[in-house]
């Protein structure tokens, strides 16, 4: 919860708070008796799956050092359970997010010119790196992704899911 918060108030999740939840969840988890392998898949699964989107601009470095400590508490099932719940949940957050915004036509366009400019070129860029430079452009299209990884740990947590 406090990275939720710290993302939404200050657009960047402390490091010091991501280090202290990721000493507490190994502890934690070799406390419950999990292998050493068991904890390391899991955040090596979380770095491996989310490093790809953080280097394309995807999503932000807080939100791949938040679910590597995601995986420091949880096993690799239940860690690719809370990441599918939070793209599903973000996806949600995004729709709400386009029909305030009314700006849907607009993404669909540059999610589509960003597309054929790799397919053109052949190389990947920074999805969204023309829009940072304005400030208020930017946050338009931006969701925290912290909210909904709080969202779907809650709800794996709860048994929802």
């Excluded at 406090?2 to 934690?28: E, H, Q, Y």
């Excluded at 989107?53 to 690799?76: H, T």
């Excluded at 099932?77 to 915004?101: D, H, P, Q, R």
């Amino acid at each position: 919860m406090l990275s939720a918060l710290a993302d939404l108030k200050t657009d960047r999740i402390p490091n010091g708070f991501i280090l202290f939840g990721i000493a507490c969840g190994i502890v934690d988890s070799i406390l419950s008796g999990r292998e050493i392998t068991s904890i390391l898949a899991s955040v090596f699964l979380a770095f491996l799956l989310m490093y790809p989107l953080y280097m394309i601009g995807a999503f932000g470095a807080g939100d791949v050092k938040l679910l590597i400590l995601i995986g420091a508490f949880q096993r690799p099932g239940e860690l690719m359970t809370i990441l599918a719940g939070a793209f599903v949940i973000g996806a949600g957050f995004s729709l709400i997010k386009l029909a305030t915004e009314k700006n849907g036509v607009e993404r669909l366009r540059y999610f589509i010119s960003y597309l054929q400019d790799i397919w053109r070129t052949g190389h990947w860029k920074i999805y969204g790196e023309n829009l940072k430079k304005d400030y208020h452009t930017c946050w338009k299209n931006k969701i925290h992704f912290a909210v909904p990884i709080l969202f779907s740990t809650v709800c794996r947590i709860g048994g929802l899911f």
